[in-house]
């Protein structure tokens, strides 16, 4: 397996242990700007992209203007994940996402974002699986770290693989104000698509942990 890791926080441990044979980190920046319309040689040397934690995406890429809570977004990353993630898909490449990577997906194939959700980042907590995926079976509970502010509401072409097993928030906010949420999403696939990812980070987490094993299992069915 070939993984190409989009520099932000660092992604690579998980691949490691899945015996990638190559594992090469950039910065979007500096990959983007070669892909044309025709094919790109680096980036089609890549069995799956994984893009990585980092900064609050632009509330622009889900139609959005940002409250005082949302991170000033990092916006030539943006663009150039932007580009990455189009060109993939047009070309059957698969993606994962790590936290921000997971929301930028959401985002891009059509769904929205929780700008915030009050005192759930920074806890440890137990997320429940509301679909079955490898040895998980729907109903199943594991605990995973937190350290996101921001929550993803998938568009009808993403399942919910895991929420948060009780709502860590209780205040959600977006830009017209206090808001709702249904669930808070912690794991999402998107079967079509050949995309997939988690909130919480696998890479700061042993081998053995559940939520380690859980990205792997995404990892293992986005790219079948």
């Not at 940002?66 to 698969?94: L, M, S, W």
């Not at 729907?138 to 929550?151: A, Y």
């Not at 990812?197 to 380690?212: F, I, K, L, T, Y």
């Amino acid at each position: 397996m070939r993984v190409l890791c989009l520099a932000g926080v660092s992604c690579e441990s998980p691949f490691e242990t899945m015996g990638a044979t190559t594992i090469t980190t950039r910065r979007a920046a500096s990959v983007a700007p070669s892909i044309a319309n025709a094919r790109d040689a680096f980036l089609d040397s890549f069995d799956i992209v994984c893009f990585s934690g980092g900064t609050d995406i632009s509330p622009s890429l889900y139609g959005q203007q940002p409250i005082g809570e949302t991170q000033h977004p990092d916006a030539q990353r943006d663009v150039a994940e932007f580009k990455i993630f189009n060109y993939c898909q047009k070309n059957g490449i698969p993606v994962v996402g790590i936290c921000r990577g997971l929301q930028l997906i959401t985002a891009l194939t059509g769904g929205q974002l929780i700008q915030h959700a009050e005192n759930h980042g920074g806890v440890n907590h137990p997320v429940k699986f509301t679909e079955s995926i490898g040895k998980y079976k729907k109903g199943d509970v594991i605990r995973v770290n937190s350290c996101h502010h921001q929550m993803c509401l998938p568009a009808e072409n993403g399942v919910l693989l895991a929420v948060s097993h009780q709502h860590h928030s209780k205040y959600y906010f977006n830009d017209k104000g206090q808001m709702a949420a249904p669930y808070e999403a912690e794991a999402i696939i998107w079967p079509s698509l050949k995309a997939g990812g988690v909130q919480w980070h696998p890479e700061w987490m042993q081998e053995s942990a559940e939520g380690h094993q859980v990205f792997l299992e995404i990892v293992r069915e986005v790219m079948k």
